[in-house]
């Protein structure tokens, strides 16, 4: 498939080498006889292509993203590709500093202002926002079936009664907003204490943004206050920020149950290291859970 992508888009390549940390689509690093380097993107599915070819429309000139230099819209064999600019930079570590981490609140509250229009084209991209919680909990339930074949039946009807009951006490949602879905540190590109934007838009939705913030806590400001409030005072410079305290336990418990669903769909045996560390994530809330038999 590679191959036969590479000819639609007439590339001189000189190198090609997988991405890895990409797990809903495949991308490759490929270096061209000029000298220069670009990203071949292939989703996964057509549903996927179309939701991202969607994005760089409405996200360009908002937040900075990678440069779409080409597309094609894919055959039988292929569900579609792109051809990106490269970002200069790498993947944000956990070394980031306060500085990094302001101008990440910035860019993610940017992405946030950005809602459903007349002169926004988002009938691939999803309005989820007018029905959110029952878009969430349609989530949650999707991976049920595949939570339930891994985890103790004890533990399993324990989640979702806690989920119930977690879902009872949210407030209500903020937005409608343009929301990345998949906002963590691999999708944020660095270079040298500037961020140079963001990439990987095939989740994306508008919906709440109360989405947004559990990944990007989980792998980065949790447990560094420091972070933290610079995130906060970046995000704020550009929009309010909703109570992140009154949102992030039930988003953060359901993103582990999903997390531990798509570890089954995909292959329990090399998601296995991701399993447990969701588990361990979805048992805090559970102690003292009791659930009618």
Known sequence: MLDQVLKQFRLEIVTVNEVEDSFSSMVYKCGLRNGETVFVKIPYTRVKYERELAAYEILAGHVPIPQLLDYWAGDDNCPGAFLLSELKGHPLSEKASPEVAYQIGALHAAMHQIRPSNTIESGVIQNEFPHWHEFVEKQFYSFAEYVQEILDQDVFMA???????????????????????????????????QVSGMIDFESVRFGSTEIDFTKFHRDLLKGNPTLLNSYKEGYTSIRPMIDLEAVLPFYRFIDAFNSIGWSQKRGLEKNFAFYEANLRILKEPLQGVEVEK
């Not at 989920?163 to 691999?186: I, N, T, Y």
């Open 159 to 193: 989640s979702l009664h806690k989920f119930e009951q977690m879902k009872g006490k949210l407030p209500a949602p903020d937005g409608p907003s343009f929301v990345h879905m998949d906002f963590r540190p691999a999708n944020i590109i660095v270079d040298e204490g």
